[in-house]
């Protein structure tokens, strides 16, 4: 497959005969609770582009869900991966040591902004992530209760889950859930201080946990001196700030971390999706001093392996080498050419985002999934976000190029929807 085309390339309907056969085993076989949308099966995939198994060719601005940070199959990442397990798999860094596991932690330790010497550990997802950050929350503070906000999806094991409020499918049939959650309004300290007036005392506060960009929110960018205020008020409480940087972080919007735009420092980062370039790893980061926690108090067999480590190792190099100046140069591209699309759209609500995260939010839902369907019918995909809005969050390694085939084709399944 090659690494950059033109335009996509549809050469039978979709699914076409091969990826039938696979929907029909899949129907049989996967849990049901999976969301998909397309019925795109992939059979390989380079840089920004997939190819599925009937040899369709689409242009994917959805990057695995802001997964695939280098693109599909980068080389760099391809021989890291090649290296790392021609000499070592899996050695489980709960019992032992390797190399590659405390090379990453300081790594990423180096990208907290603050006074540095911070503690990784690490997990396979972002869940994990952020399940980490709200045990070590409570552990730390000795403290139980936890504020997030409305709209933020944080993951699905029972912490995770509880932070998250999202949407109620997601918890319906699944609680009780784990107490001494709270949530209040995204972009409101108002409503953060009227939980600790009352409903929650202050003083068992254990955590605030937050993104700078709600994801799965709809890409809304926290209002100014949103997170500034949160710092305060865990300064004030002596509560512990958490950013949520699964989705935003690792150069997505053109900063290693979408808060570093605030100015803000948090004491606990959660990462994952984009870190290792589509291996399954998370990280969760804290300032010196948090994770103070006994040998046993938390572990992962898998968590941190070195295959994993090797990718995100080299995913770092390539982000220092260029690609997050990339983010910044083809994610203003992005958003000046969506802007001119959305122009004389009444149906187009706002367009926003930072870097290559970029939503355009649209007058209802139907709107939104009739664009997303259409854009996908004409080979390009995107996903839907928040209640209303569709998202590009492509690879950091798009060009030019690719970003004006994308926009092209929305604005024509944009025309052709609202017609
Ligand atoms: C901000 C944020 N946090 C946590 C998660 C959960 O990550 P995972 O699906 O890897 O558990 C996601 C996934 O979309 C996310 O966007």
Known sequence: METRYQTPHLKTEIPGPKAKAILEKDSLFVSPSYTRDF?????????????????????????????????????????????????????????????????????????????????????????????????????????????????????RTMGALSLTASKTVQKEGFGPLVPGIHHATYGNLDSVEKLLKHVLPENELAAILVEAIQGEGGYRPAPEGFLQGLREICDRSGALLILDEIQSGMGRTGRFFAFEEDGVIPDIVTMAKGIASGLPLGACIAQPGIMEWPPGSHASTFGGNPV???????????????????????????????????????????????????????????????????CFDKGLVILGCGPKSLRFCPALVVDPVEIDCAVRIFAEALTETLR
């Open 308 to 374: 994993a480590c090797a990718a995100s190792l080299a995913t770092l190099d390539l982000l220092d080498a260029g690609l997050m100046q990339n983010a910044v140069d083809m994610g203003d591209r992005l958003r000046s050419q969506l802007e001119e699309a959305c122009l004389d759209q009444k149906a187009v609500v706002e367009v926003r985002g930072r870097g290559l995260m970029q939503a355009v939010e649209m007058d209802t839902a139907e709107q939104r999934n009739d664009v997303v369907m259409r």
């Open 39 to 155: 019925p795109l099966v992939v059979e390989q995939g380079r840089g920004c582009w997939v190819e599925d198994v009937d040899g369709n060719t689409f242009l994917d601005m959805a990057s695995g869900i802001a997964v695939c940070a280098t693109g599909h199959c980068h080389p760099a990442i391809l021989s890291a991966i090649k290296e790392q397990s021609e000499k070592l798999i899996h050695m489980s860094g709960t019992d032992f040591y390797y190399p590659a596991q405390s090379q990453l932690a300081e790594r990423l330790s180096q990208r907290l902004p603050g006074a540095g010497g911070g503690k990784v550990f690490f997990s396979n997802s972002g869940a994990e992530s952020v399940e980490c950050a709200l045990k070590l929350a409570r552990h730390r503070t000795k403290r139980s209760s936890l504020i997030s906000f409305f709209g933020a999806f944080h993951g």
